[in-house]
């Protein structure tokens, strides 16, 4: 069954550093999608990073990159150089062709705090 | 290009009224779905389109209507309010929906914050 969890309800980080937000997955579909959203406090779902379950290299956009281990299923978040913009709450999400790719899965969600 | 748009912004309902809340993109998207937020929770699929003409359920379709005539437009339709259905709905696309394909990720509008009292 599909199924994302982060196990990091709330995270602290000092402007400047590097923060890993942890997501892992499950699902036995070799095709699927993964996806990393930030919700600032005025709520809008802002796109981040996509990896494809067959791409040879990690995802990066910008200060944002994914770390992903596909034997261990795993698809963290990393943000360089942490800005106090950055606090949000950050959802990883998976899409497969299980359910013929009608719907993307949520976690529930990791709450990130920059400290100045 | 103005994306996936969502109108009202917000929206206070009584007990059993009915009212529509109105979704559209204009990047010839073919999938499109309504999410629900609660608080301290992820999104929560409610119905979902992958073509003009085609609908299906979501998640938590109950108390919820949606049709879809055209491409760019994707309403969703509260029947008889009820004060579960205060929450927070998005509504998003997506240029095709097979996982990992490159194409399947899904842009959100900016959300409707929806009170039932």
């Known amino acids: 069954a599909q199924k994302i969890t982060q196990t990091q309800p709330g995270m602290f980080v000092q402007e400047k550093e590097a923060v890993t937000l942890d997501c892992t997955y499950d699902?036995?579909?070799?095709?699927?999608?993964l996806f990393w959203y930030k919700q600032p406090s005025s709520g809008e779902m802002i796109f981040l990073i996509y990896?494809?379950?067959?791409?040879?290299q990690n995802a990066t956009e910008g200060r944002y990159s994914l770390n992903f281990q596909k034997a261990r299923k795993s698809a963290n978040l990393v943000i360089s150089a942490s800005q106090l913009g950055d606090s949000a709450m950050y959802f990883c999400a998976m899409r497969d062709s299980t359910t013929g790719g009608f719907k993307t899965i949520f976690g529930a969600g990791t709450r990130l705090f920059v400290k100045a | 290009n103005a994306g996936v748009t969502q109108t009202p912004k917000f929206q206070v309902l009584k007990t059993g009224q009915s009212m529509t809340l109105q979704c559209a993109q204009d990047m010839n998207h073919e999938y499109m779905s309504w999410y629900r937020q609660d608080p301290g929770m992820g999104l929560r699929l409610i119905h979902y389109s992958v073509g003009a003409g085609i609908t299906d359920q979501g998640e938590v379709p109950n108390g919820y209507n949606v049709s879809r005539s055209t491409t760019e437009d994707f309403p969703l339709r509260l029947l008889s309010a009820a004060p579960s259905q205060t929450s927070v709905y998005f509504c998003?696309?997506?240029?095709?929906?097979?996982?990992?394909?490159?194409?399947?990720?899904?842009?959100f509008g900016p959300g409707t914050r929806l009170t039932v009292l």
């Open positions: 699902t036995s579909d070799p095709s699927y999608g």
């Open positions: 998003a696309s997506s240029y095709s929906y097979r996982g990992g394909t490159g194409t399947d990720t899904q842009y």
């Open positions: 990896q494809g379950s067959y791409d040879q």
